[in-house]
């Protein structure tokens, strides 16, 4: 590299396609220079870290949780068995798994003082909001957390973060309603205690539907990772400080709280609603060429080609709709997808439907208010959430997070009093 300023050159790696920024500090104009340093606000093109976690080629729109395909689990895994991939980098064998999903199983229960803290939230509080802080709250139930150079311990309270996020979601759903919250059920499947949980209300034995099950079951899957996004980046942020994982993963439903982030999916709901009819279609789209307006669910920053994930949850929506009768909105759905993906507007800027663009019908089908989709996102993505605080946490190369900054202000200012100030 030669620094233009001085005629210097110098000699940076390139290992994994990427250079070191610290490598860029040995670039100085004088002996007192700090260094050059890199800028890249929104990280746009800056990797933070190694992962063996998830891997994306968003031209190619190829998604992988350790290797295997997306569609290939979302076909014949369960979530349960995901999270466990996620978590331990391989897929377990069948003592395993059982092991595994009995330990999820025996801690889905939370400590009574939880319902009496989320007895404190207003009527109309946020799913979302309640759930950031009931999840940080749990630290305070378990202080040994914060010993997390513990493997064993660590353990511990990564099962507890998997089993008790349904518990604590359905807890938020059930206080908006008004209605008594109801006790996990361990006869039942992760999918079907949270629907459980949700709307049990005076039978005996709540009995999910199987076809319910099995595609929320594939939501979960789907949403479980997705490497380093806004919150898997903010609980990485959070965790590097070396607090307990309760309080890093809450930093991940916050950041995942964010319109920018969990809740594009209400947006195309409420595109669909305004759209109205299949006629009202072809205006619609033309209004977004026009550039009046955005079509909610196409398009990502990663993936320019098909979001892997849309495609199976159009699947998925279709199995959904068998068991609670079609949605008019679907074809709406599957209206625009069809005149989008022909559409030089959009194949010229290489714009899909996303995750977000099926995703919301399914819930609403489900019977769910749109507040309820980011924390039907946290559930699944806590087990993504923990296996990079996992990683990071083993990771001998990272320190705690502390970016650097372009001071833009000013300098060596001489106070002056209150008085004074004109
Ligand atoms: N509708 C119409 N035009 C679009 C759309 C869209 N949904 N998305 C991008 N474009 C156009 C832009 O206007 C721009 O056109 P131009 O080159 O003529 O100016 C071009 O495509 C590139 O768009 P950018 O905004 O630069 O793309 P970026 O990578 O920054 O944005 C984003 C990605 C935010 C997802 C964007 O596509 C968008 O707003 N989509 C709709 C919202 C959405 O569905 N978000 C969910 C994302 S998935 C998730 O977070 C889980």
Redesign the pocket.
Known sequence: MTDNRTGKTYEVDVTDDTVRAIDLRQIKVNEDDFGLMTYDPAFMNTASCRSSITYIDGDRGILEYRGYPIEQLAEKSTYLEVAYLLIHGELPNQKQLDEWIHEITIHTFVHENLKQFCEGFRYDAHPMGMLLATTGALSTFYPDASKIDDPEIRYSHVIRLIAKMPTLAAFAYRHARGMPYVYPDNELNYPGNFLGMLFKMTELKYEPDPRIERALDILFILHAD?EQ?CSTSAVRAVGSSQVDPYSAVAAGVAALYGP???G?NE??LRMLRRIGTLENVPDFVQG?KN?EE????????VYKNY?PRAKIIKKACEDVFEVTGTNPLLDIAVELEKIALEDE??VS?K?YP????YSGLIYEALGMPVDMFPVLFAIPRTSGWIAQWLEMTQDKEQKIARPRQIYTGGRTLDYVPIGDRG
């Open positions: 997705h996004n920018l982030h969990g594009a947006a195309v977004v550039g955005r079509l909610m669910g196409f398009g990502h920053r979001d507007y959009f800027r714009l996303n995750v977000d663009f």
